[in-house]
């Protein structure tokens, strides 16, 4: 575990040492909290408004993810590569799924830092208004569990790839192909299919106040699927060099 947190550490302090993480911070916070703003004055912000003034602002949130989460990603290995460190951490005395697990939670907090940023706007409503607590935890496990599915997916990747470049937008399509699918026809074979694999059916569930055990574990399951598959492609890369 110390092996671990000393990888996740030494990711997070190079992230927030560099311009990178604070100008995505600073989009991410004037995006959303520009949104619950709007919602809060504008033409929903009205009393007996049919669902509660943060779900504007935490769906628009993920859309921005999908933008903002490769960013974030994109220099988890093909960085290290970019930088001549790569060989230096694959001849270091540390394990695989070590090394996966640190950069995929140095990714995972970065990220979760963005979604802290709107915690503001629950506050804000605690004092001008009326709550729903399990509408709140509902929507911000969505974003939580998207948070993770993101940093998993986009640091495999990351891992394939040479440049960060390549690894941003081989990570932005992956993730708009999985929206896409969402959004698939009403023939009832390709609906199903698109319920079953969509990210957008399943993360919009949540912005309803509902947690449902099958969408809960289709974050889980992407996630953990992601970090075995980083885990494999780097212990072939530490095979054959």
């Known amino acids: 575990m110390e092996v671990i947190w000393s990888i996740c550490r030494r990711d ?41 003034l943060f779900v504007d602002a935490l769906e628009l949130g993920v859309f921005f993810l999908c933008l903002l989460a490769p960013a974030v990603t994109m220099t988890s290995f093909a960085a290290e590569r970019v930088q001549g ?9 540390i394990r695989e ?14 990220l979760c830092s963005l979604v802290a940023a709107t915690l503001i706007q629950p506050l804000v409503l605690v004092f001008i ?3 729903h607590y399990g509408h709140l935890v509902s929507g911000y496990l969505g974003l939580v ?3 993770a599915f993101f940093a998993a ?38 609906h199903s299919i698109s319920d079953a694999l969509g990210l957008g059916s399943r993360v919009g569930a949540f912005f309803r106040g509902e947690i449902r055990l099958g969408n809960v574990a289709y974050f889980v399951c992407g996630t953990a699927a992601c970090l075995v598959l980083a885990h494999g492609a780097l212990c072939a890369r530490r095979i054959h060099g």
């Open 97 to 110: 799924h070590q090394l996966v697990i640190g950069k995929f939670l140095a990714s995972f907090l970065v």
């Open 145 to 147: 569990l998207e948070c």
């Open 153 to 190: 997916l986009g640091n495999w990747i990351s891992l394939l790839v040479d440049s960060p470049v390549a690894a941003y937008v081989l990570s932005f399509g992956a993730i708009t192909v999985l929206l896409l699918i969402g959004l698939a026809g009403q023939d009832s074979v390709v």
């Open 85 to 93: 460190t790569m060989q230096l951490l694959l001849t270091a005395p």
């Open 12 to 52: 997070l302090i190079a992230a927030f040492t560099t311009p990178l993480a604070w100008l995505l911070l600073a989009c991410w916070t004037m995006l959303t909290n520009g949104m619950f703003v709007y919602t809060l004055y504008g033409v929903h912000g009205t009393a007996g408004a049919p669902v509660p």
């Open 129 to 131: 208004s009326q709550v």
